[in-house]
């Protein structure tokens, strides 16, 4: 190997390695968080869709978002906790509005989307993007269920089951503690 080739390969691994510092740099923001963003449907206060936009991941520590959740808000978005039934405030809710993430503002559901489960817990056949929510299997308490989470903060809103109405057969039983409704043509605060 003469000297060009050695320099050649040296350069090029150097090149590699700043390149990666440089992707774990741009990964982080400057509390060393992931920066990572997420697609997330846009809506505008009547409910119609706008688009979709690429936004930051909302990532906080638990001390931060215990600073702005209420203890019940924490246990169920940061730790999966779950209200009991009929004690949130929108299990009964039957006022014209969309339901937005109480941990990042994002728009989840549509109360046209809303029925009457008879479980206690707000309801809904669909959420107003696939987009804006995360479905996983969740394998605690010894049975299989699919977990919903908002994509842009990770709060966990509740579960989906298969024994809801047409036209989707789903019942998106959610917690009211993950939720803030809005009025129709109203913009959340």
């Not at 992931?34 to 520590?61: H, I, L």
């Not at 931060?64 to 959740?69: A, G, M, S, T």
């Not at 978005?77 to 994002?106: M, Q």
Request: hydrophobic letters at 30%; a positive charge.
């Amino acid at each position: 190997m003469n000297n060009k080739t050695m320099y050649r390969r040296g350069f090029l691994t150097s090149l590699a390695a700043g390149a990666g510092i440089w992707s774990l740099a741009a990964a982080t923001d400057k509390t060393g968080r992931s920066a990572k963003t997420v697609r997330v449907a846009q809506f505008d206060a009547n409910g119609n869709r706008t688009g979709v936009e690429e936004v930051p991941k909302v990532v906080k520590s638990d001390d931060e978002w215990r600073k702005q959740l209420s203890p019940e808000q924490f246990d169920v978005t940061r730790k999966e906790g779950t209200e009991r039934a009929g004690s949130g405030k929108y299990a009964f809710n039957h006022a014209d509005g969309l339901y937005h993430c109480i941990g990042c503002n994002t728009v989840l559901f549509d109360s046209k989307t809303k029925f009457e489960s008879g479980t206690g817990w707000p309801s809904f056949y669909q959420p107003l993007a696939k987009e804006n929510v995360v479905e996983t299997t969740d394998r605690a308490f010894g049975m299989e269920r699919t977990k919903v989470n908002c994509v842009r903060c990770d709060a966990h809103l509740g579960h989906v089951f298969d024994d809801g109405p047409k036209p989707t057969g789903l019942r998106y039983c959610m917690n009211s503690a993950s939720l803030n409704f809005v009025p129709r043509g109203k913009t959340a605060a």
